[in-house]
Structure formats: C-alpha cells, structure tokens
C-alpha cells in the first residue's frame, strides 16, 4: 500500500508503524500508469485544487477499481444542522464536487452508494453527531469538520446559542429526538466506485 500525503504536518503526524507518506497531490501523481491494483480517497475531494485533474490521475496509475468516499453535495441540506448553521451546510455543498461529475471524470462503470453512519461514529464530520447534538456544542467537535472554519464567529455563536437553548427546553428532541436511538443514519455520505 502507498499513501499519498501533501501535508507536511499530516506526514509528520503519521504513526512510525504505517509505510511512509509520498509527498504528492492528487492532481500529479508520481507514478507510472497503472502501476496500481485499486486506489481510493477518504474525504478529501473537496480539498483538491482540480477535482477532475485528481480523479483522471488516480484513474491513470489504476488498473482496478476507483473508491472515492465523499459527500453528495445534494443531500447535505437535509440534515438537522442546516436549521441551525445553514451557513456551514452552504459552505459543505458547494464544496463538495457533484456525484455525477466525479463518476464521469473516473470513466468505467461507475457505482454510488449510502455510507450508514453507525451511532456511535467517532469521525468528526457533522453527520456523524447526527444523533448527539450536544457534540457540536463543543468547539474542539466542530474544529473537526473543515467547513467551520469558513464561517464567521456570529455563525457559530448563534448556532451554540440556539442549539442549547431548544436543547435545554427539549425543542431539539421533540423534532429530532428519534436520531438519539436510531442505530445508524443516511445522509449525504457516499462512495462512488468506479472500475475500468
């Protein structure tokens, strides 16, 4: 197996008992063409400078499948949060590369699938407290998930503020109180596969 990392911080960060990161991008991968049996990426198409310059690359040094796990920037609306900080789900679907266009840039036969998200995930990204508002109370949760970071300070004080206040007068829970004991939900979490 062979990562790709172009944080330098990420690599430096990165446990001594997995195999060195190479220092690359998606966009311009040093490898040879399909010097791979199957590649994938986990969250980070959203971060790439050309989303279909990265997939076509990782489409060129792969003879197998393609796995791209990622959000379905048309689905993000519906969860929860967009009626507390819809601010933060703007900025999450237009950040997100459409379906469509990612399956397309890989070429193949593509497939799109949920991702269920267990109840108990302990991934940072927004969905993943779906049945836990109080997480994202806490700053350092909602640190986790880059799209606050593109907000302001008053979104995230009337967020706190008004999630804790329908938390506190049971509001939250009688519209959402269900997702507290729901073993596992689907939002907009997918993976796209797609083989040759």
């Not at 062979?2 to 195999?19: F, G, I, K, Q, Y």
């Not at 959000?71 to 507390?84: A, G, R, S, T």
């Amino acid at each position: 197996m062979t990562a790709v990392e172009p944080s330098e911080s990420m690599r430096a960060r990165r446990p001594a008992r997995l195999a060195r990161a190479v220092n690359a991008v998606a966009e311009e991968l040093p490898f040879t063409d399909g010097e791979f049996d199957g590649a994938m990426t986990l969250f980070s198409v959203h971060q790439w400078s050309d989303v279909t310059a990265g997939l076509r690359e990782m489409r060129r040094v792969t003879r197998g499948p393609v796995v791209v796990l990622t959000c379905d920037p048309k689905l993000v609306h519906d969860f929860w949060l967009y009626e507390y900080a819809p601010e933060v789900l703007d900025t999450e679907a237009r950040r997100h590369p459409p379906i469509e266009d990612m399956a397309k840039a890989l070429g193949g036969t593509g497939v799109i699938q949920t991702v269920p998200i267990p109840l108990d995930c302990t991934d940072g990204f927004n969905e993943a407290y779906y049945g836990r508002p109080e997480m994202l109370l806490d700053p350092a949760a909602r640190q986790a998930c880059s799209a606050w970071s593109f907000v302001d300070d008053g979104v995230r004080q009337r967020f706190d503020e008004t999630l804790r206040r329908d938390l506190e007068s049971g509001l939250w829970d009688e519209r959402f109180g269900h997702l507290r004991t729901q073993p596992a939900y689907e939002g907009s979490l997918v993976i796209v596969r797609a083989t040759p």
